[in-house]
């Protein structure tokens, strides 16, 4: 089945304690990107990634990180979590830029 | 800023009727406008797209209307099912940044609450 795993769906963590988000796609996307929903604001873009090694900035990058040394994974690397950082996550994967993306089922993130 | 923005944060419609999302948004550098679903627990899913190049485009019960001068977009359900009710995004993207690179990017509108009731 093509899907977009995330995982974990729900993180409680402390602040300051590095976290990492993992996202893998299994349709050979080159494009994967990563997105926080928050009440009133909707989806913003985080960071994107258009191939292996290729990597930029969203709206929202302040306190992530990304790498995408492999086409099939796109981790989000929280380095020094902030409860402002709390948010729902969500990762996702297309073949042609901004056509039909799909999404992974989120992950929870609330950082006490 | 807000480039693409959803104005109405919830809609409710009765069975049968018929539903309309609307999305205005600022850049004229967007060349293709898609509509997302999104369940509770779940990721949004792809629901139809639009170029800019074309002012309608329909699939079953949904269409998305494009009117470039007003640069305000519309998604039509037609009609409406209690299995419709979820949260709509619609999205914008620009395929080149202010360098002339591809940049590919989506940006969303806040969401529209839709509210099918039996």
């Known amino acids: 089945e093509a899907q977009v795993t995330q995982n974990p769906r729900y993180l409680i963590t402390v602040t300051g304690k590095k976290l990492t988000v993992t996202c893998s796609q299994n349709m050979n996307h080159e494009y994967m990107s990563w997105y926080r929903q928050d009440p009133g604001l909707g989806l913003r873009q985080i960071y994107y990634s258009m191939n292996v090694e290729v990597t930029d900035k969203g709206d929202v990058p302040e306190g992530y990180k990304v790498s995408r040394k492999e086409k099939r994974n796109f981790p989000l690397i929280l380095e020094s979590p902030s409860p402002n950082q709390t948010s729902l996550y969500f990762c996702a994967s297309t073949q042609v830029q901004g056509n039909g993306y799909t999404f992974g089922s989120g992950t929870r993130l609330t950082v006490v | 800023d807000q480039q693409v923005k959803q104005n109405s944060p919830s809609l409710s419609v009765q069975e049968g009727r018929i539903s309309i999302l609307n999305c205005d948004y600022t850049?004229?550098?967007?060349?293709?406008f898609l509509w997302y679903k999104k369940y509770p627990a779940e990721g949004p899913t792809f629901l139809i797209s639009?170029?800019?190049?074309?002012d309608k485009n329909e699939d079953g019960r949904f269409t998305v209307f494009l009117n470039k001068s007003a640069k305000h977009l519309s998604l039509h359900i037609v009609p409406s099912q209690p299995g419709d009710s979820a949260v709509y995004f619609c999205?914008?993207?620009?395929?080149?940044?202010?360098?002339?690179?591809?940049?590919?990017?989506?940006?969303f509108g806040q969401g529209t609450i839709l509210t099918v009731h039996p």
């Open positions: 999205a914008a993207r620009r395929r080149y940044n202010a360098g002339g690179t591809s940049y590919g990017k989506l940006t």
């Open positions: 850049n004229s550098m967007f060349d293709y």
């Open positions: 639009i170029s800019s190049i074309k």
